[in-house]
Each structure stands twice: as structure tokens, then as C-alpha cells.
């Protein structure tokens, strides 16, 4: 049977830590070893874990990595190149609650849509919840009229599926491209990076049936990134959109480097659209991205948004 690492960083997080590694220990999928890296925890977190790595009933193994500050998403890069080999690995936050199929489910479609030649990327849906775990709403970049797809476009990815680290499971491919990316000193590189690579140059997988319960609180490092209620998330899509200066930066250095670094891979079918993201950024470029024949988010007014950025050159 496959092996699953699973990689969780910690910091400071005793008040939602143990609701997460029980939700892993439920999972119905039996080859799983988590391997958490804690980055400078100064209050429980590591009593915690202990308690967990010492715990011999448990189906799931529990690892402890080390202590260090290496900060987001560095401690996840990091961890992902230190541990042992498996056959696919698993991003994990130390506060969210993961469904009891989590790992099952992605491992059955890799195994169905996948394959071990290329970047391959399983991801889905998820749900927002509270500090309390209460509902809140599906995600955005849900389409639920496509429950499971084996080749989802570049197309849908680039500036849409919002990235979230969280549901991704993928292979050794991907594994082997971080190490490089790494090397050479994109440390910054994670979510955002591996979906447009794999979806460029490899399979990216989704399913619209949520995973797990992504807890939205005041300490979550993502926050900003990914806010809970949609007045703050359309106003953080507008600042993003229009005001920040680096607020589409991922993407953009994203983009750069998969055309310098992996030109050759690129699927013939995703060479233009790769080629009218990429910098710089010229006048036709613009409107190519204006006026580009398919949609690229779900929600018109996302779409409007960003075919406005598109003119405006923040992309």
C-alpha cells in the first residue's frame, strides 16, 4: 500500500493543535506518517506533540522533525525535503479539522488520474469555519458542476482554484521539483507555484467535495490571504487587485519561472497563455489577457476584476 507523509508546522498552536492530529488519527486511510516541524512554539505546542509522538496505539505515526524558525512556507519546503521518501505527500496546518476520507480520497484519485512521470497535484474543495467551528461558507473556487476532474485546466488555476495548501496531496515529482526550486533559493515558493507548475506541465486533479473544515481565526497566519466573510474577502480582492503593490506577485513570479526554468515542459496547449502572463508585460500582452477567449474565475465579478487588472497591468 502507498505511504503518506504528511507535513504539519506548528506555532503556538495548543488551543486548535489537538483537534487537528485527532482528525488525522481517524483517517480511514492506514499508511500515514505525519512529520511536524514546530517553528519556535513558546507556549504547550510541544508538550502536545510528545504526547502524541509517545502514543504506540495510535494507527497513525506521529514524528517529531525539529524545532527552528524558518517561517511560511519555508517550514513546510524545508520539512517536505528532510523527512524520508514516500509515495505522496500532504501539506497539514496545525488548526483546521480534516474529514475522515481526506487522505483516502485523494490517494484513490491519484491513483485513477495521476501518474508517477509527472508533477502530479490532488486538491478540492474545502470549508470555512469559525474558531468554534461553525459553518461559515464553501470556497470560492468550487464548481460544483465538475465533481471530480482528472485534468483541470491552466486555465482555471492560473489566477483561480485559489491555492490552498491545505487539501494538496501530490507525488514525487513534485516533491523532486521543490527540491530544485529550492536550490535555487526560492524559498517563498509553495501553494501558488506548485498548482501553476502542475498545471503546466503536469496534471492537476480536483474534486469540488470539500476535504476538511478550514478554521478561520485572528492568529491564523493565512488570514489576510484567505478571509472568512465576503465583505472582507472582496475587499481584500480588491486591494490585492488594485491597490498592493505585490499583491499578484506570486502569480507573476510564478509564471517567470516556470517558462525560464521548465520551458520544455510546458504542455504545447499551455504555451500561450504561459507566454501572454510572463514578463514583461507589453501592450498586447495586456490585451490578449483583456480579451482571452474563456473565463478565468468562476464569479463575474472576480472575472471583471481581474480582466480590469489585466488592463491596468498588475498581471
Known amino acids: 500500500m502507498d505511504k503518506i507523509a504528511v507535513v504539519l508546522a506548528t506555532y503556538n498552536g ?9 482528525s488525522i488519527q481517524r483517517q480511514t486511510y492506514p499508511e500515514i506518517e505525519v512529520y511536524i516541524h514546530d517553528d519556535g512554539s513558546t507556549d504547550g505546542t ?11 496505539q495510535s494507527k497513525v505515526k506521529f514524528s517529531f522533525v525539529g524545532q527552528s524558525t524558518l517561517r511560511y512556507p519555508q517550514c513546510f519546503i524545508s520539512t517536505l525535503l528532510s523527512i524520508p521518501r514516500a509515495d505522496y505527500y500532504a501539506f497539514c496546518d496545525q488548526d483546521d479539522v480534516w474529514f475522515e476520507d481526506k487522505i483516502e480520497k485523494a490517494v484513490k484519485a491519484m491513483k485513477r488520474f495521476g501518474n508517477e512521470c509527472k508533477a502530479s497535484l ?17 470556497a470560492r473556487f468550487v464548481n460544483k458542476s465538475l465533481p471530480l476532474v482528472g485534468a483541470y485546466s491552466l486555465q482555471s488555476m492560473l489566477v483561480g482554484g485559489e491555492a490552498l495548501g491545505l487539501p494538496f496531496l501530490v507525488n514525487n515529482k ?6 530544485r526550486v529550492s536550490e535555487n533559493g526560492k524559498f517563498d515558493f509553495k501553494d501558488t507555484f506548485i498548482k501553476i507548475y502542475c498545471a503546466a506541465c503536469g496534471i492537476v486533479i480536483y474534486s469540488s467535495k470539500p476535504c476538511a473544515k478550514y478554521r478561520r481565526h485572528s492568529a491564523a497566519t493565512t488570514l489576510k490571504m484567505n478571509p472568512a466573510g465576503k465583505i472582507q474577502r472582496a475587499i481584500n480582492m480588491a486591494k490585492k487587485i488594485f491597490l498592493e503593490k505585490d499583491g499578484l506577485e506570486s502569480i507573476q513570479a510564478s509564471v517567470d519561472y516556470v517558462l525560464k526554468e521548465h520551458h520544455d515542459e510546458i504542455e504545447e496547449k499551455n504555451k500561450a497563455i504561459i507566454n501572454a502572463f510572463a514578463s514583461p508585460n507589453s501592450i498586447i500582452k495586456k490585451l490578449k489577457k483583456v480579451f482571452w477567449p474563456k473565463r478565468f474565475r468562476l464569479r463575474l465579478i472576480d472575472e471583471l476584476g ?10
Not at 46 to 56: A, D, G, H, P
Open 14 to 22: 495548543e488551543k486548535y493543535l489537538r483537534e487537528q492530529l485527532d
Open 46 to 56: 510541544l508538550e502536545i506533540i510528545n504526547e502524541y509522538v509517545k502514543n504506540k
Open 122 to 138: 490532488f486538491y478540492s474543495a474545502v470549508d470555512y469555519y469559525d474558531s468554534n467551528l461553525n459553518y461559515i461558507r464553501n
Open 174 to 179: 513534485v516533491r523532486d521539483l521543490m527540491k
Open 306 to 315: 481581474y480582466r480590469v487588472a489585466f488592463l491596468m497591468g498588475r498581471i
